[in-house]
């Protein structure tokens, strides 16, 4: 669908990057939900971000008509802003509008405080969008990124997030996770009954899509690896049953209905299995099931409840949740059937383990002084750390390149997503235009 | 519903004649409005009239051992029926124990599912909001094996009961705060 032309991005880090700039954006709100979509998030960045890169991204320079809605060089600064890692120049300030190199004065943006400049141009052929678009460093004055692709009109937004994915590349040496979805479950009151949606939209919450509607509870959604498929708890039938949902098709297959739990469904790196805490033998244990000839292999053995499997980077080991000391806890399973080895012991209450993609952390939801937040812990040091500052969190999701993670808390009484950086820096909100938003998943980066 | 029933059953204690200085009958029904204290509140209440029963009501002069003893049963199984009347038990946080002050009503729960082979009843297991989804779906199960256990232990056929745990997704009262949280602790017995 792209076409991917010219240099390589080069690599930098992001660490000598960073600026020691501080900017506090006060709660700044991106009204980039439509007042249209009802089933749309809205994002709120609420908490200022320090030690932001600056960056500009000058508007694209247009030709032939746009599709309505978000300008496309707005959409990528959203982008950058909530990755929590950039600060961006509002256009009013700038005091040139480049869209070609040779524009470029970079004086200009070294006098704005800029270390970055984004700039481009968009031309509608046809039904096809294409656009070039060019990111230089301001202080070595050096580009180091130019890059041409297109798209059909009606994959403006899929567009806009292509270019942020290859303009935070070129800056972090990270590729960027703005073209990825979200899946979650909103919550509302239909005329006084509760009314769950499984919803996916994009990163932003921009253009959500209702996947399933039930009046009965639906929970604990997870990606296929290729992106294509949720596994999800639904209880529409009375009792939790565990659902592989096939999104382009709809087709859902209850792939778990066993007499008892039926729940936390997790997919192997290979897409191959899944791993479910089933109650079928008697209490709550951890099974990987092949999902092509659906046999169950079972992974734990012990009265305590085992929950939340979520399988390592490498595809072998599964962390888990268990309550054998007395409360729950994270166990590390290293192989099938090997003793599990006990990870966190920072406090009574530490559950739902999410590893990260490069295997070097462990997150999970931590309780301390009465108050539940987000954690992790690094699996080399063992050195745990409290990432979140809100007080009733849960469900969290790593970003598949590692470097945010979204979370479920509460606010003013509502449940809502909040995005952090994996290091708990910087945050935004995104709440349901009505009722409550809970149990998000990040989904994997499909190329 | 509940406080009418057990009020009937009191009433029929009480007009049996016996019941000598029952205490009255508001604890049970205002029990019911405080979250936890309700259990407790019954087993007092039902306590009052096992005493009752047993001792001062039959004492009572004018009646044939074959009358008192029918009286006897009859005071029983009205005791019985009012402490039916609670089908919610609560749990403390992360914990899957029930109550001391919830026995006597749930041996009254196994004792009726015993001479009722025919009736079902579900047990829905809950947990407060705090902490995880799924490791709250298990505790709510716990919770609900918990109580199936003591009824079978009680007499109650294993096959008369069903359990669904549905973990923080269904409060029993919306809110955050301890009491809430506590009034969101709780199986359910739903009979059908």
């Known amino acids: 669908m792209f076409l991917d032309m010219n240099d390589r991005p080069c690599s930098r880090s992001l660490k000598a990057a960073i600026s020691g700039a501080k900017r506090w954006l006060a709660a700044l709100v991106l009204s980039l939900a439509s007042l249209h979509a009802q089933a749309e998030l809205m994002i709120t960045i609420s908490e200022g971000v320090e030690s932001a890169i600056p960056v500009a991204v000058v508007p694209f320079k247009e030709t032939g008509v746009m599709p309505e809605g978000e300008r496309f060089s707005d959409i990528v600064r959203s982008d950058l802003t909530m990755s929590g890692e950039f600060s961006t120049l509002s256009p009013a300030k700038m005091l040139s509008l480049p869209s070609r190199g040779d524009d470029v004065y970079y004086r200009d943006w070294r006098l704005l405080g800029q270390r970055y400049l984004v700039i481009g141009e968009v031309t509608r052929v046809g039904d096809r969008l294409n656009t070039r678009f060019e990111v230089f460093d301001v202080a070595s004055q050096e580009r180091i990124l130019g890059e041409t692709a297109g798209a059909p009109v009606s994959s403006a937004r899929s567009l806009a997030h292509y270019i942020s994915d290859k303009v935070y590349e070129a800056i972090t040496g990270v590729p960027g996770a703005f073209s990825t979805r979200l899946a979650y479950v909103t919550l509302q009151s239909d005329n006084g009954q509760p009314l769950y949606k499984l919803q996916v939209s994009d990163v932003d919450g921009k253009r959500a899509r209702v996947r399933l509607e039930s009046r009965e509870p639906i929970l604990s959604p997870a990606w296929s690896p290729d992106g294509r498929k949720l596994a999800y708890v639904s209880f529409e039938t009375g009792k939790p049953v565990v659902y592989i949902h096939e999104l382009a098709s709809g087709q859902r297959t209850a792939i778990a209905d066993f007499p008892g739990l039926n729940s936390a469904p997790a997919w192997s790196p290979d897409g191959r299995s899944l791993l479910l805490t089933l109650s079928k033998d008697g209490n709550a244990e951890i099974y990987k099931m092949d ?17 939340e499997g979520s399988w390592g980077a490498d595809g072998r080991g599964v962390f888990f949740t268990s309550d054998r000391s007395g409360g729950p806890q994270i166990y590390y399973m290293e192989r099938e059937g090997t003793e599990p080895r006990r990870i966190t012991f920072g406090s009574r209450y530490n559950a739902r383990p999410r590893p990260s993609d490069d295997g070097a952390y462990v997150y999970y939801v931590h309780q301390r002084e009465g108050a539940f937040h987000i954690a992790r812990t690094n699996l080399e040091s063992g050195e745990e750390t409290v990432l979140t500052r809100t007080l009733l969190d849960e469900s969290p999701s790593v970003s598949p390149n590692g470097r945010m993670l979204i979370y479920a808390t509460k606010q003013n009484g509502r449940s809502v997503l909040t995005v952090i950086t994996s290091e708990g820096g910087s945050s935004y909100t995104l709440p349901a235009s009505e009722g409550d938003v809970r149990e998000p998943a990040w989904s994997p980066i499909v190329r | 519903m509940s406080i009418s029933m057990k009020t009937k059953a009191f009433a029929m204690v009480v007009s049996l004649g016996l019941v000598a200085g029952c205490s009255s009958t508001g604890d049970t029904t205002e029990g019911g409005d405080a979250y936890g204290s309700d259990v407790s509140a019954v087993d007092q209440a039902g306590g009052t009239v096992y005493g009752g029963g047993d001792d001062s009501g039959i004492s009572g002069g004018g009646l044939t051992e074959a009358e008192r003893e029918q009286a006897r049963i009859a005071a029983e199984q009205a005791a019985e029926a009012a402490q039916r009347a609670i089908t919610t038990f609560y749990f403390d946080f992360d914990t899957s124990e029930i109550k001391p002050a919830a026995r006597d009503v749930l041996i009254a729960h196994a004792k009726f599912l015993q001479a009722n082979p025919g009736q079902q009843v579900r047990l829905e297991g809950h947990a407060d909001e705090r902490g995880t ?16 256990r003591f009824l079978v232990v ?35 017995l739903i009979f059908k």
């Open chain 1, 291 to 307: 999902i092509a000839s659906r046999s169950l292999t079972r992974l734990t053995t012990h009265w305590s409840i085992d929950t």
């Open chain 2, 154 to 188: 009680n007499g109650a056929n294993r096959n008369q009961i069903q359990t669904v745990s549905y973990g923080e997704e269904k409060p029993a009262v919306m809110g955050s705060g301890d009491g809430t949280w506590a009034q969101n602790r709780r199986v359910e």
């Open chain 2, 133 to 148: 989804k799924e490791y709250n779906l298990a505790l709510g199960e716990r919770r609900a094996s918990a109580v199936q």
